[in-house]
């Protein structure tokens, strides 16, 4: 089983940026999904999660409002879309699996894909 | 919103040494939903332990989980090279989930 994160790059300041995760071998549909962020300063931070059937979604208080995650259970892909971008959401974005069944823990995670804000 | 907050912030020890890392909670948490994590230099953070002391598929039993409330502990017996690192506890009863801010261990 793996995550494999892609769509990170360099963006201005209130930019926008689509990050895409695809799962692979395993029951992506079974699991729910989410992102969490690194920075060498702050650690890991969580970002985002969406359920199973993607009627349900949680974002931090640093990103609501700004951040959408949506899924596609048919192509194993999950997706952030972010906008009105700011130098503080500088990080590693990680994909991240939960275990089979709610409140679980993080089982499996992705390698990240970096996003850059800056001017 | 619980807040965790690990200590120390680098832990410097021997190889062969034990190592304890210690998580505490804002409040109160309930065990069951504890997690450590474990991150080498260039790679993802994996699961060691859930649940405050279940060890993770694949983890060896020279790390152990401990501790209920609001303090929880890491012990890495016997450090090896692969074991020096950073760890990270996670809060995952509760929306949204809260991270530790991490520990490292290195080499002393």
């Known amino acids: 089983a793996r995550l494999v994160e892609s769509g990170g790059g360099l963006v201005q300041p209130g930019g926008s940026l689509r990050l895409s995760c695809s799962g692979f071998?395993?029951?992506?549909?079974?699991?729910?999904m989410h992102w969490v962020r690194q920075t060498p300063g702050k650690g890991l931070e969580y970002v985002s999660g969406?359920?199973?059937?993607?009627?349900?979604?949680i974002y931090s208080d640093s990103v609501k409002g700004r951040f959408t995650v949506s899924r596609d259970n048919y192509r194993n892909i999950l997706d952030l879309q972010m906008s009105n971008l700011r130098v503080e959401d500088t990080a590693l974005y990680h994909c991240?699996?939960?275990?089979?069944?709610?409140?679980?823990?993080?089982?499996?995670w992705g390698q990240g894909t970096l996003v850059t804000v800056s001017s | 919103e619980i807040v965790l907050t690990q200590s120390p912030g680098t832990q410097s020890s021997f190889p062969g040494e034990r190592a304890t890392l210690s998580c505490r909670a804002s409040?109160?948490?309930?065990?069951?939903?504890l997690a450590w994590y474990q991150q080498r230099p260039g790679q993802a953070p994996r699961l060691l332990i859930y649940?405050?002391?279940r060890r993770a598929t694949g983890i060896p039993d020279k790390f152990r989980g401990s501790g209920s409330g609001t303090d929880f502990t890491l012990t890495i017996n016997r450090l090896e090279s692969e074991d020096f690192a950073i760890y990270y506890c996670?809060?995952?009863?509760?929306?949204?989930?809260?991270f530790g801010q991490g520990t490292k261990v290195e080499i002393k």
């Open positions: 991240v699996r939960e275990e089979v069944g709610n409140w679980k823990p993080f089982d499996l």
């Open positions: 071998e395993f029951a992506f549909s079974s699991h729910h």
């Open positions: 969406i359920v199973i059937r993607g009627d349900n979604r």
């Open positions: 996670q809060y995952y009863g509760s929306s949204p989930q809260t």
């Open positions: 409040q109160s948490v309930n065990g069951d939903y």
């Open positions: 649940g405050a002391f």
